[in-house]
């Protein structure tokens, strides 16, 4: 009897670590969110001239680089939910703060400025899978080599299971980036539930991401590819609760070729890390 | 006095009223001398399918961040006596520029004057610009992707880089780029065609080019693939 009650107390024990949640984004009364968004860009040219020994490396030239970080202050607002499950969401960039050592300072009071009128409308299903991510103003629209924030804010954002999961489970999700002129970029997702904890009263599971994409960017004055994937890992805390995220931070490596068709020079290939980091503040 | 007073009132509130952009009217966007100055306050975007004319004499002031995107067909049609103006509200303050994507539609752009933009641009589009001045613009003008932008008798003064060729020909006729810091940017793989014998008197140098400048630093990698890795990584 003794041993039967010591085995149905250790299955009870397990049953209960082995709790099953949904997790699903909130997207039919969120009351709005602003988070703190952060991406911090390292790109070095893998250059085989520069290493020592060679006549660059003697001059004294250290290879080339470039270093560049974005810090936004985003709100996010549902202003429609819909009988799918889905929401649109308006997002604003409420404050920015851009430097680079590629730009200048007036580059960047610019980017700083057409940022700050960065409005993007989404809509979002309850996975967190998002669709018709348009700019609000066609005039915000990034020129040329300007920088983005709805491209790193969808590679940040995790895309959740359609089934309840418990601690260990995984999933695999793609989501499709869709950018102007036409642009897509295909990211490829991988989750695990590592670990359901309370914290201040607040339920929240602690997701791993893993993510790899091809980056492919290319038009008459050149290209950018990559030979093999990009690849990230992160984690990110969702409030199970509430159905938003807490906090999430995302490491990217990837190794780039570039090609100018004007110079028809060969570049050397570029080693690119990105640090993208999301928390939110109220 | 009774009837001066009002009447001197309504002739303040005419002279010192601003018209705000008007929107698109039957696919046609006029800016009428009548009814200058108008006021720009955010972003004006110009459908591929919509016209945009304005007369001799009309002043448009940017306030904030303002951006004029032009997709479609675009006639500025200043004269010497009476130019188009484009100008900051706040003259300490930029405003973004003009963005000219016009396609296949040949834009026409006489007597106009761009001040306090931070980049004026001509992307997948072919023009004419005469008599325009470009005045303290951070870009005064970018050739970022133009088939053939006619130049005549334009003038370039006080921008930070007066104008810089990424892709594209430009055909200078009478052209002065003087009096800026930089004269003319040719960037990496750009050729740049034309009389420059009026491109002097800038203070750091008339022609730079990117390729040169990398060169002597020992760099391989342009500006642009620079930008391009952090706008598409």
Known sequence: MKRIALLLSLFLFAACNEQKVTLAFNTQNSSGNVFAFDSKLRVLADDQNALPGKDSAKKGLAPEAMNARLSVILSSKLIDSYDDGTGRFLMNVDSVDYSSDNRSVEEFEHIEHYLKAQTFQFKMAPDGQMSSLKMEDLASIPDAGDLDIRRNFIKIQPVLPSAPVRIGDTWERQQLVDGDSGKRLFVYKWFKIEDLFVRNGVRLAKIQMNVKYKPHDADDTGSLTSDDFVLGSGSILFDVDAGMIQEGTLEVDGKLCAVENKGAEVLPRLRVHQSLSIRRIR | ?233
């Not at chain 2, 003259?91 to 973004?96: G, I, K, L, R, Y």
């Not at chain 2, 080019?209 to 020992?218: I, K, L, N, T, Y």
């Open chain 2, 1 to 233: 006095m009774k009837i001066v007073l009002p009447l001197l009132l309504c002739a303040c509130i005419t002279a010192f009223a601003v018209t705000p952009f008007p929107s698109s009217s039957g696919h046609k966007v006029i800016l009428k001398a009548k009814k200058s100055p108008y006021i720009l306050e955010n972003n004006f975007v110009l459908p591929p399918e919509d016209s945009l004319i304005i007369e001799a004499g009309v002043e448009v002031y940017m306030s904030g961040y303002a951006k004029l995107l032009l997709r479609g067909a675009v006639k500025i049609d200043g004269t010497p006596k009476k130019p188009v103006a484009f100008r900051s509200a706040d003259s300490s303050e930029n405003w973004s520029g003009i963005y000219l994507a016009t396609d296949s539609r040949y834009f026409v752009i006489r007597n106009l004057i761009v001040e306090n933009a931070f980049r004026n641009t001509v992307a997948n589009s072919s023009g004419l610009f005469e008599k325009v001045r470009f005045v303290n613009n951070y870009y005064g003008l970018w050739l970022e992707d133009s088939p053939k932008a006619e130049f005549m008798d334009c003038h370039f003064s006080r921008n930070r880089f007066a104008f810089t060729v990424g892709k594209g020909k430009a055909n200078f006729r009478k052209t002065y780029i003087q009096n800026n810091v930089f004269g003319i940017y040719v960037e990496k793989g750009a050729d740049f065609t034309g009389d420059t014998t009026l491109v002097k008197n800038n203070l750091e140098t008339d022609i730079r080019r990117e390729s040169d400048e990398m060169a002597s630093q020992g760099r391989r990698i342009s500006r642009k693939v620079w930008n391009r890795i952090e706008a598409g990584f």
